[in-house]
């Protein structure tokens, strides 16, 4: 059983930056991968960026692509999402994840999920 506690988010103007952590506790946090992911209201959830158990290769929705970056401390037991150059569009709750093998864009892939944190960005 792995816990995610997912914190970071808040109310940033279009153009500004936001930094979330993923704190994870139970199991060995370091043999999971590690995703992403954010639902905006009235729509479906939505993979954003992805990182494997080692930090050894990331991947990105092609909408944060260049402004948004995963990344992974195994020694704090935390995953992070620093998303720069936010957009309205960006507007959503985030949710971190984490499953044991599959496919790292797959919702049905992850096998525990955070609570999620709203991020809103005002224009």
């Known amino acids: 059983q792995v816990q995610l506690v997912e914190s970071g988010g808040g109310l940033v103007q279009a153009g500004g930056s936001l930094r979330l952590s993923c704190a994870a506790s139970g199991r060995t946090f370091s043999s999971y991968h590690m995703g992403w992911f954010r639902q905006a209201p009235g729509k479906e959830r939505e993979f954003v960026a992805g990182?494997?158990?080692?930090?050894?290769?990331?991947y990105y929705a092609d909408s944060v692509k260049g402004r948004f970056t995963i990344s992974r401390d195994n020694a704090k037991n935390t995953a992070y999402l620093q998303m720069n150059v936010l957009k309205p569009e960006d507007t959503a709750v985030y949710y971190c994840?984490?499953?044991?093998?599959?496919?790292?864009?797959?919702?049905?892939?992850?096998?525990?999920w955070g609570q999620g944190t709203q991020v809103t960005v005002s224009s």
């Open positions: 994840a984490a499953q044991s093998s599959g496919n790292i864009y797959l919702i049905a892939a992850y096998d525990y």
């Open positions: 990182i494997l158990w080692n930090g050894g290769r990331t």
